[in-house]
């Protein structure tokens, strides 16, 4: 088994120096995952500090051990392998464009292979029963399809009653007028943008789907500070091409943005 845990930066190595860029006060339990292993599995924002920031407002500390959570678009399993670890819940890692062979290497790595399971599934047809789980997570994924007004109630028949579905998503904070981008993003646009919603959005979306009970709709202070700091630092480091391309486009738009436009929201809901 590797350890993708890192030890208390000491010395003057450049490894130490990557680990102290990245460990946040805010994000003690992310700080102590080796940030190699962060950087070579990222796939968009730094999933372990988001899942992070969603922890206490889902709850995460007050489920039993062993209570099975869903890890919706989990991309490399990062999240559902820092669920296991940090929780102590089974976790069913559900992605569409990782595969579970390539996963479940990750996950034996981690040491967690008998509580994380890989699966191979797209959002609108989920092979679970009813009631399956105690609590679903997703992280930086929910946008790609959950702003249909009738995913919601199909997604939520999977929650025991009282269980909480918890995301973070790429967000503004407040709703653009008009059918343009501000002028000051227009460069760097892509129509896909506009799956990006402000909390209060999200807040009304699940209020009007009668599926849940919204606890929690909020904007992350700061955020997107924190997410130019991780493009800028996988655009340096990360051995692959396309995510080091992607975080400098991504650095791009965030420096012209300042905060402005873009960061995270935070929403959690419980099925009553």
Same mark, same amino acid.
């Given at each position: 088994?590797?350890?993708?845990?890192?030890?208390?930066?000491?010395?003057?190595?450049?490894?130490?120096?990557?680990?102290?860029?990245?460990?946040?006060?805010?994000?003690?339990?992310?700080?102590?995952?080796? %940030?190699?292993?962060? *950087?070579?599995? &990222?796939?968009?924002?730094?999933?372990?500090?988001?899942?992070?920031?969603?922890?206490?407002?889902?709850?995460?500390?007050?489920?039993?051990?062993?209570?099975?959570?869903?890890?919706? /678009? +989990?991309?490399?399993?990062?999240?559902?392998?820092?669920?296991?670890?940090?929780?102590?819940?089974?976790?069913? &890692?559900?992605?569409?464009?990782?595969?579970?062979?390539?996963?479940a290497r990750r996950i034996a790595e981690a040491g967690v292979a008998d509580r994380v399971l890989p699966v191979h599934?797209?959002?609108?047809?989920?092979?679970? /029963?009813?009631?399956?789980?105690?609590?679903?997570?997703? *992280?930086?994924?929910?946008?790609?399809?959950?702003?249909?007004?009738?995913?919601?109630?199909?997604?939520?028949?999977?929650?025991?009653?009282?269980?909480? *579905?918890?995301?973070?998503?790429?967000?503004?904070?407040?709703? *653009?007028? /008009?059918?343009?981008?501000?002028?000051?993003?227009?460069?760097?646009?892509?129509? &896909?943008?506009? +799956?990006?919603?402000?909390? &209060?959005?999200?807040?009304?979306?699940?209020?009007?789907?009668?599926?849940?009970?919204?606890?929690?709709?909020?904007?992350?202070?700061?955020?997107?500070?924190?997410?130019?700091?991780? +493009?800028?630092?996988?655009?340096?480091?990360?051995?692959?091409?396309?995510?080091?391309?992607?975080?400098?486009?991504? %650095?791009?738009?965030?420096?012209?943005?300042?905060?402005?436009?873009? /960061?995270?929201?935070?929403?959690?809901?419980?099925?009553?």
């Amino acid at each position: 088994m590797s350890d993708i845990t890192s030890s208390t930066p000491s010395g003057d190595t450049p490894h130490d120096d990557l680990t102290s860029r990245l460990a946040l006060p805010r994000y003690p339990r992310s700080s102590a995952y080796d %940030a190699r292993w962060t *950087i070579e599995n &990222a796939m968009g924002p730094h999933a372990l500090w988001l899942l992070e920031w969603l922890a206490p407002a889902l709850g995460l500390d007050t489920l039993r051990p062993g209570a099975r959570v869903l890890d919706l /678009g +989990c991309g490399r399993a990062m999240t559902s392998v820092f669920l296991a670890r940090e929780y102590g819940v089974q976790v069913t &890692a559900a992605d569409l464009w990782i595969t579970p062979d390539d996963n479940a290497r990750r996950i034996a790595e981690a040491g967690v292979a008998d509580r994380v399971l890989p699966v191979h599934a797209e959002a609108h047809d989920l092979p679970f /029963g009813e009631e399956s789980f105690d609590a679903i997570v997703s *992280i930086d994924a929910y946008q790609y399809f959950g702003t249909d007004d009738l995913f919601l109630p199909t997604l939520t028949r999977l929650l025991k009653p009282g269980g909480r *579905i918890g995301v973070v998503v790429p967000a503004m904070p407040v709703e *653009i007028e /008009g059918d343009t981008p501000p002028e000051h993003l227009q460069p760097f646009w892509d129509p &896909a943008f506009w +799956c990006f919603h402000s909390p &209060a959005w999200w807040r009304r979306h699940w209020t009007r789907s009668g599926a849940v009970e919204v606890e929690t709709a909020d904007w992350l202070e700061d955020g997107w500070r924190e997410w130019l700091l991780w +493009c800028d630092v996988v655009a340096e480091e990360s051995t692959q091409e396309f995510p080091a391309r992607m975080s400098r486009e991504n %650095a791009d738009l965030l420096r012209a943005d300042q905060g402005r436009t873009l /960061g995270f929201a935070r929403v959690v809901g419980r099925r009553p």
